[in-house]
C-alpha cells in the first residue's frame, strides 16, 4: 500500500519550535527525494523543503530558509520537517510529499499525506 502519514502538527507560541514526522510507505518512495508543503486558509498549497534520496542535499523556500530543517532517516524509513523560531504566518496544514520528481524547478510527487495542522500564536 502506497502512502504516507505525517505527525507532529499542533500549537505552539510565536518563537517556539515543532517536529514534524512523516512515514511513506510502498516501495516508490525508496531511495527518492521527498519533500513537505503547506497550505494556509485561503493560499495555494506551496512547497516548503526538499531533500534528496541519501538525506545530502536539502533545498528551502526563502520564507522559512534559516528556520526549518528537512532530514531523513532511511533506516527508519521516516522524513522529518524540523521547524524553529516559529511565525504565525507558518500557521497551516503541512503535507509530505513524494517522490520528486523534479529539483529545477521543483516539482510536486505523486503522493501525498493527510496533512497535519500547524498553529502559531502571536
Known amino acids: 500500500q502506497v502512502q504516507l502519514v505525517e505527525s507532529g502538527g499542533g500549537l505552539v507560541q510565536a518563537g517556539g519550535s515543532l517536529r514534524l514526522s512523516c512515514a511513506p510507505s510502498?516501495?516508490?518512495?525508496?531511495?527518492?527525494?521527498m519533500g513537505w508543503y503547506r497550505q494556509a486558509p485561503g493560499k495555494q498549497r506551496e512547497w516548503v523543503a526538499i531533500?534528496?534520496?541519501?538525506?545530502?542535499?536539502?533545498n528551502y523556500a526563502d520564507s522559512v530558509k534559516g528556520r526549518f530543517t528537512i532530514s531523513r532517516d532511511n533506516a527508519k524509513n521516516m522524513v522529518y520537517l524540523q521547524m524553529n523560531s516559529l511565525k504565525p504566518e507558518d500557521t497551516a496544514v503541512y503535507y509530505c510529499n513524494g517522490p520528486v520528481p523534479s529539483w529545477e524547478p521543483v516539482r510536486q510527487g505523486a503522493y501525498w499525506g493527510q496533512g497535519t495542522q500547524v498553529t502559531v500564536s502571536s
Open positions: 510502498g516501495s516508490i518512495f525508496s531511495y527518492k527525494a
Open positions: 531533500i534528496s534520496s541519501g538525506g545530502s542535499r536539502t
